[in-house]
């Protein structure tokens, strides 16, 4: 089934009283709209998102939704329904199966919303969440009460609405001006409407008291850790390069790129600890392209998959094994380098070195070995 949801952006939201749209305002780094549009495409249920924006602002939302799969922006009109219809004329070519409709000043659509409509939706043309009414109503007139309204079978409408798109598409041809919801339109046409449950949690910002009871999840950060290893033969004839810098020696190390053992130990370490695998998966040394290289462009990958993780390294550990050169004079150099490239402070880098005690190949001086490790913190 193809689902597609309308986000209703196109108000002006006079009575919260900022100096903008309601849903242009920032919550924990994010316009509001964006909160909403990122709630509704949560659980992989909606195919893309159809903005509705005022005449003028389709770049400014579109700036917006970036990275999401949002279609072009169209204008909207000058009262919901309208609205609505820009929408619904923007997807005639794709004609989805369903379509929700949802306000985008609505930022959070609890878990669970989205898939109660759509099997909803099997059975009605319609369906929307609800809440019943708790509160005693009632009717006043000149600042008296004049009746008390029964508040048995009353419930509060809320969005997304969920519909057929042919349903909808023929609910609003002719539609008054003066609707307030989508489902009011299926109604006057004798359709019936679902009702799912509904949630306090479903808040729609209409005046500033209302930011204070939306709550945006703070997801759960773990702390992942990983380790790298790797050794590089001392060979005549090749710059000795650690840790992204050129160290005077005599002798420097073999390999496929530049043999930087000190940033393939690192990358091996960030790789682990995301789970993706060793350096030889993204850059194999059997790929000529990847012949003398400059290992630099290695850990700038790896420092973009954390960041591409929603991950945030919190510091990375080099110890370089070696008896010759003398590392101590560098190392300060090298934390500088490894942490430009990491992009964090070079206070989360470090580096020392330590000898075999003349033992073993390192020992011997046939080669260089690095053993490295991270910890990252990510998003359960």
């Given at each position: ?202 808040v729609k910002i209409t005046f500033p008291e209302d930011l204070d009871r939306v709550t945006i999840p703070t997801p759960q950060m773990v702390c992942r850790v990983g380790t790298g290893f790797d050794v ?149």
């Amino acid at each position: 089934m193809d689902v597609v949801a309308i986000l209703l952006a196109a108000g002006q939201g006079t009575r919260f009283g900022a100096d903008r749209p309601k849903q242009y305002l920032e919550i924990a780094g994010k316009p509001v709209l964006r909160h909403a549009a990122e709630a509704l495409l949560a659980e992989g249920l909606v195919a893309a998102i159809q903005p509705v924006c005022p005449a003028g602002q389709e770049a400014v939302l579109a700036a917006m939704l970036q990275g999401l799969p949002a279609l072009p922006p169209v204008a909207g009109g000058a009262s919901r329904p309208a609205s609505v219809r820009a929408g619904l004329a923007a997807l005639a070519g794709r004609a989805p199966d369903l379509v929700l409709v949802h306000d985008s000043a609505r930022p959070l659509v609890p878990p669970g919303t989205v898939a109660a409509l759509l099997a909803a939706l099997e059975a009605s043309p319609g369906a929307i969440p609800a809440q019943p009414v708790s509160d005693t109503l009632k009717r006043g007139a000149a600042g008296m009460i004049s009746a008390t309204v029964p508040r048995a079978g009353l419930y509060r409408a809320q969005t997304p609405q969920g519909f057929r798109y042919a349903s909808l598409v023929a609910a609003h041809a002719g539609a008054p001006e003066d609707a307030t919801d989508d489902a009011e339109l299926l109604e006057r046409m004798g359709e019936v409407v679902a009702l799912v449950p509904g949630s306090e949690r479903n808040v729609k910002i209409t005046f500033p008291e209302d930011l204070d009871r939306v709550t945006i999840p703070t997801p759960q950060m773990v702390c992942r850790v990983g380790t790298g290893f790797d050794v590089h033969r001392l060979v005549p004839g090749r710059p000795l390069i650690l840790c992204g810098i050129a160290v005077p020696h005599s002798l420097g190390l073999d390999g496929h790129s530049d043999a930087d053992v000190g940033i393939h130990a690192l990358c091996d370490a960030i790789y682990g600890a995301l789970g993706e695998g060793d350096i030889g998966r993204h850059f194999p040394p059997s790929q000529m392209k990847w012949k003398d290289a400059d290992s630099a462009q290695f850990l700038l990958h790896a420092a973009g998959r954390i960041a591409a993780r929603g991950g945030r390294l919190v510091n990375a550990d080099v110890t370089l094994i070696c008896e010759r050169p003398k590392i101590g004079p560098h190392a300060r150099a090298m934390e500088q380098r490894l942490a430009a490239l990491l992009g964090v402070d070079v206070t989360r880098v470090g580096v020392k070195a330590t000898t075999t005690e003349r033992l073993g190949f390192a020992g011997r001086e046939e080669g260089i070995a690095c053993q490295s490790a991270v910890s990252i913190l990510m998003a359960e």
